[in-house]
C-alpha cells in the first residue's frame, strides 16, 4: 500500500520559514518524479514544485521562485519543501504527490498517481 505522510506545516508570520516534508513508502520512490501541490479556499488545486527522479530538474510556479526549494533523498524516500520568505498568499493547504515515469512536464494534477493527505500551513500578516 502506497503511503505519502506530510509533516511540517503549521502557522507562521509572514517573512518566517517552514519545512514541509513527505515520507513515502510502498512504491520505488526513486522512479516517481515527486511533487508539492497547494490548495487555497475557493482556489484550484496547484503545482508549487515538482523534482524529476534524481533530482536533476526541479519546476517551480513563478509565484515561489526565489523563496522555495524542492528537495529529495532516495536513500530515505523523502522529499521536502523549504518555505522561506512566506507571504499571506501562500496560506492552503499543501500535498506531496507522486507521478510515475511519463513523457511531458509535472505540471498538471491530474497526471499524479498518488497523493498524501495534505498539511495546512498559514501565513499570518
Known amino acids: 500500500q502506497v503511503q505519502l505522510v506530510e509533516s511540517g506545516g503549521g502557522l507562521v508570520q509572514a517573512g518566517g520559514s517552514l519545512r514541509l516534508s513527505c515520507a513515502a513508502s510502498?512504491?520505488?520512490?526513486?522512479?516517481?518524479?515527486m511533487g508539492w501541490f497547494r490548495q487555497a479556499p475557493g482556489k484550484e488545486r496547484e503545482l508549487v514544485a515538482a523534482?524529476?527522479?534524481?533530482?536533476?530538474?526541479?519546476y517551480y510556479v513563478d509565484s515561489v521562485k526565489g523563496r522555495f526549494t524542492i528537495s529529495r533523498d532516495n536513500a530515505k524516500n523523502t522529499v521536502w519543501l523549504q518555505m522561506n520568505s512566506l507571504k499571506p498568499e501562500d496560506t492552503a493547504v499543501y500535498y506531496c504527490?507522486?507521478?510515475?515515469?511519463?513523457?511531458?512536464?509535472?505540471?498538471?494534477?491530474?497526471?499524479?498517481?498518488?497523493w498524501g493527505q495534505g498539511t495546512q500551513v498559514t501565513v499570518s500578516s
Open positions: 523534482v524529476t527522479r534524481t533530482g536533476s530538474s526541479t
Open positions: 504527490a507522486a507521478r510515475r515515469p511519463r513523457s511531458g512536464t509535472p505540471w498538471y494534477a491530474s497526471e499524479y498517481d498518488y
Open positions: 510502498g512504491l520505488s520512490f526513486s522512479t516517481y518524479t
